[in-house]
């Protein structure tokens, strides 16, 4: 059997690049009409996964991604014990200690917008070969990790909320969309709707009375 393959395209917006730089000599548009050809032909007894990663997917065409690819999954900034955890699980994969110099708690807090591959990078710029043979006598500070950090933009909250513009105009994100206004109208609904029964009971109650005092 074929073995299982994952196919990684980075920059995925440009394959639908609304509009090509003119520095630009790649021709980034060339597999535009072939690659979801390609993909469609697909089938799960094929076992090949295609992966796409964006920074700026509204620089391509929302449509033509959303045809070519089956999911677009919009993967949101980590939060402090995201963050927390990130830093912990990677110093230590890549040969760390965890000593009463580093500060894990400040470090998150610090690193808010920084994305996982940010972390990645600090982590792996910090704990060099060289750096991992020092630390018996030589602790890891927060500091240390603030320096590779600083190199990097974060992704600021307008950036963020761009993102979930764009999302929200993906299969998934209109369904999510849909979701979350359907949840909130059956809240407001389920009050109104226990309010409006207990008036037309009360109302019952009061015609009930009145034909009894007429009989009486």
Not at 109 to 131: C, M, N, Q
Not at 163 to 168: L, N, P, Q, S, T
Request: charged share 35%.
């Amino acid at each position: 059997g074929v073995q299982p393959t994952v196919v990684y395209i980075g920059n995925a917006e440009k394959t639908f690049i609304k509009k090509v730089p003119k520095n630009d000599m790649s021709d980034p548009k060339r597999l535009k009409k072939e690659l979801p050809k390609i993909m469609k032909k697909m089938s799960a007894e094929d076992r090949i996964l295609f992966v796409g990663t964006s920074l700026t997917p509204w620089d391509g065409d929302v449509k033509g991604l959303c045809q070519c690819y089956q999911k677009i999954i919009l993967i949101p900034r980590p939060d402090y014990a995201s963050r927390y955890l990130l830093f912990k699980q990677l110093i230590i994969r890549h040969g760390g200690r965890l000593a009463p110099t580093l500060d894990l708690s400040s470090l998150a807090k610090i690193s808010d917008g920084y994305t996982p591959g940010h972390i990645l990078f600090a982590v792996k710029h910090v704990l060099t070969e060289r750096r991992v043979q020092q630390l018996h006598r030589k602790p890891l500070t927060a500091l240390e990790f603030v320096t590779p950090l600083a190199r990097i933009d974060p992704i600021y909250k307008e950036e963020e909320e761009q993102f979930k513009k764009w999302y929200a105009k993906t299969p998934l994100g209109k369904k999510r969309a849909k979701l979350k206004a359907e949840e909130e109208e059956g809240e407001g609904g389920g009050k109104g709707g226990k309010s409006a029964k207990r008036g037309k009971r009360k109302k019952g109650k009061e015609r009930r009375r009145g034909k009894g005092k007429k009989t009486g």
